[in-house]
């Protein structure tokens, strides 16, 4: 009896520790329309509440805010970028005020949610594009490394050998 009660209480502990990702609330933003879309045809979708994110690729405090340049990715079920899928466009984050550019450096996951209420034009190395602007008004950096998934299988098997001086 002892001992299922111990078996038990390890696997409640164990599924406690591995717990669950606690998806970003996006709140009725819409997650389907794509900072592409956006670009091509910003008129139908001006003071539209989006979610979007991605992988920074530049990071810059200006005066009255700090704008990021991201890479954008599809949304998982937790609101998290899929960096493995196809990329949807690039698009300009603005946060109001200081925030810290070396945590938002290049290759930082983000989600973020805001109101889309102009496009800039800008250059992609030489190439001239259109970036959707966020003015965010919810700003998730994801860690470095929650949610890195391997697509192999996650079984390991071993056998180990113990020497005893």
Known sequence: ???????????LVAGLASGCATPFDIGGADRV?????????AAFTKNRSVAWGGTVVNSQNLPNNTQLEVV???????NRPKADAGPLGRF???????????????GREVT????VNET?????GEAPYIYPVVSATKLQLWPKDAGQKSSEPQFHFGFGIGVIR
């Open 1 to 11: 009896m002892r001992r299922a009660k111990i078996f038990i209480s390890l696997l």
């Open 33 to 41: 329309i794509t900072p592409r879309e956006v670009a091509q045809n």
């Open 72 to 78: 954008a990715y599809p949304l998982d079920s937790n």
């Open 92 to 106: 300009l984050i603005v946060q109001p005020g200081y925030i810290e550019t070396a945590d938002y450096a290049p």
């Open 112 to 115: 973020v949610v805001g109101d």
């Open 120 to 124: 800039r034009t800008g250059k992609v």
